[in-house]
């Protein structure tokens, strides 16, 4: 079965630090680039990041540039995403997805091939 698995997410104070983690189970990521996307409630799921398939190019949401870090680790087959300085507006459901193409495709398409079943972060005090 093909699946990707998020983990890490968990309740913080705002200024604190998560770092998500994506698997894939049953299939290699190495053909794929692969987006974090987040959903808040009442509000639209949005892409925060994404990583091309050899990792040479990455993409963030303005909200997150310069607080989040997206990487990729072949041989774990995971991809990882670092979030600092999170605030309470990043408290959302965390999402992986993956798409079989070598680049990230445009930052509002949802057409991925595989999504995980997301994780909450929750960022209050």
């Known amino acids: 079965q093909l699946q990707l698995v998020e983990s890490g997410g968990g309740l913080v104070q705002p200024g604190g630090s998560l770092r998500l983690s994506c698997a894939a189970a049953?299939?290699?990521?190495?053909?794929?680039?692969v987006g974090w996307f987040r959903q808040a409630p009442r509000k639209e799921r949005e892409r925060v990041s994404c990583?091309?398939?050899?990792?040479?190019?990455?993409e963030y949401a303005n909200s997150v540039k310069g607080r989040f870090t997206i990487s990729r680790d072949k041989v774990k087959n995971t991809v990882s995403l670092q979030m600092n300085r999170l605030t309470p507006e990043d408290t959302a459901v965390y999402y992986c997805?993956?798409?079989?193409?070598?680049?990230?495709?445009?930052?509002?398409?949802?057409?991925?091939?595989?999504w995980g079943q997301g994780t909450q972060v929750t960022v209050s005090s």
């Open positions: 049953g299939f290699s990521l190495d053909l794929y680039a």
């Open positions: 997805a993956a798409v079989e193409r070598v680049f990230c495709p445009d930052v509002n398409s949802q057409d991925y091939d595989h």
């Open positions: 990583i091309s398939r050899h990792g040479g190019t990455t």
